[in-house]
């Protein structure tokens, strides 16, 4: 067990910058999901960490001690890899115990290990076997193994599962968790699956364009998006965005056609913001309800348990997750309605987080 | 399932094999059953039609010392120019791999020997190992009678192996370094979080995942060192001193084209080629077992 401590790391290859100063804390034990679109920095962050690139400028400690000049073998981490990595000319047992011949470590007490890590993994049947005739699941767990035997300090995943059909990353994401509350190792896992972040992290790191953009449990991030790139990122379907500008009473939306009434404003007149609220958070009505809007339904997708609508509001898109029973017709009209606790504001200048609604924003008097 | 072409009449078919068993037979079969049949005769130098002979020209060629001093010399030719050849091109492959910066560059140039027919680059060869002029004369100069490859055997030897290594670690360092690029970069990183250094990612990693490129080149190595070497012999040592670099291949044109012995010379190449069938079988059954295909 250890934490982890990156100060004000960065990264460039020759004159592009990837990573523009990171501080993060990962604390002993942690479950940390580092989440993110692909090209984010997030892969280059974690294989900074593991010490299979360089650091430009800043550092990072682990239990304390600056790793920055230290080998990857000095640092007391194991990596999984996203194509699994594994010596397709070694055996699934040479695979996993090949750490542990490098260190010297006695034949009959590899042995013992590797059965040990084996078993654990259920892969006891398969260690004879080479990769090639291994399935996709079999081979992440070999790659699983490859990491455990070692006994590491930290753990790191670089999107591990991405080369897994559906069902069976379902599955080897809760393994990850049942092994991650086992071994109780500090876990860094890179992913670009929303879902796979939720579900696995304590805590979420939120990265876009080589920045964090935010960090905070599941729960916070998707409740309480710093920003509207994570508020887009994180959920599916994505936050809906309206463009808005701050008039006298309240929030003019959609150029005009619809007016918020925000009573709290802490914003100059004339600013220009961005209104986002959850496809989740929307309810359906009847049209003409009082305080619905009315919107035109494009397309509904079917999820079984629930449906998507998709709909045009006064030109923009919208969307709509309901799990009423309920199928109305491409080209009707439906109202919606919302709560404005649910609603978000956004900085249209910084896709910074408004607090419109906190109460310590200080009220100040509207001009114009 | 296999996706096949199939053709309505088989006689389609053959018509689209037919330029290539043409050629084939054109420029092998046809004048390796001509050596066949030269090599069973005693054909008359000036002509006038061959005597059958049997196998009385391998009698005499197998039951000559020289011949068999050719064959000696040629399979320490063989094993250490290709040892040389393909040792040097491993290490290079093996640093250029590790850094990136300007690889390009070694590809274009180090293919460049290859492409030097082989009387030009023996012909440098010469004037860059003579013992009386440049480096070698320095040498001589410090150890007289160090370096004579007019008149010491194994200086000649060594003169033929480095002309001939020369030219193909070029031509070897390219698949080495296009198998080195091939294996994955993670299973590199993978092998370095798993403790193990630069040496030992070699050895445990790196090597076992390009031995199918280090058997093609072995083979490849191997019978060209019996066949390419012609033309660097005959400019650099022209068999001499004292038959010391008398390859069999070189043999077959002398005793053949300045001996007027063109049935004993036939005789030479069915031996020659049978050598280099028996060679590329042994390795194939030997050491293609321990080659790790992917």
Known sequence: MASITIRGVKKNY???QVVHG???????????VI???????KSTLLRMIAGLEEISDGTIAIDGTVVNKLEPRERGCAMVFQNYALYPHMSVA??????????????AERTQRIQAVARVLELEHLLDRKPMAL???????VAMGRAMIREPKVFLFDEPLSNLDAKLRVQMRSEIRKLHRRLNATSVFVTHD?????TLADRLVVMNGGRVEQVGTPAE?????ASRFVATFVGAPAMNMLEGEVTLDGISLLGGSRKLNVSRSGLAVGAKVEVGIRPEAVRMAAPGTPGAVAATVDLIEELGAGRVIYVDLDGAPFSVVTSETVHPEPGSTIGLQFAESDLHFFSSETGGRLDVFKASVPERTLQG | MEKRVTFGRWTIGILFAVPQLLLIFTFFYWPAGQAVYWSLTLQQPWGGGNIWVGLDNFRSILSNADYWNSITASLVFAATSTGLAMVIALVLAALTDRQLAGSWLYRVVLIWPYGIAAPALAMAFRFILAPEAGFMAVVNKVWPGFWDPGLDGADAMASVIIAFSWKYVGYNFIFFLAAFQAIPRSLIEAAAMDGSGVIRRFRDIQFPLITPTIFFLLVINITESFQDSFGIVDIMTAGGPANATNLMVYKIYSDGFKGLDYSGAAAQSIILMLLIIALTIVQFRFIERRVHYR
């Open chain 1, 221 to 225: 991030v998707y409740s309480r998006p």
């Open chain 1, 35 to 41: 989440l993110g679109p692909s090209g984010c920095g």
């Open chain 1, 94 to 107: 040479q695979n996993i115990g090949y750490s542990l011949k490098v260190a010297g470590v006695p034949i």
């Open chain 1, 22 to 32: 990171v501080d993060l804390d990962f604390a002993s034990g942690e479950f940390v």
């Open chain 1, 135 to 141: 399935s996709g699941g079999q081979r992440q767990r």
């Open chain 1, 14 to 16: 020759a004159k592009t």
């Open chain 1, 194 to 198: 929303q879902v796979e972040a939720m």
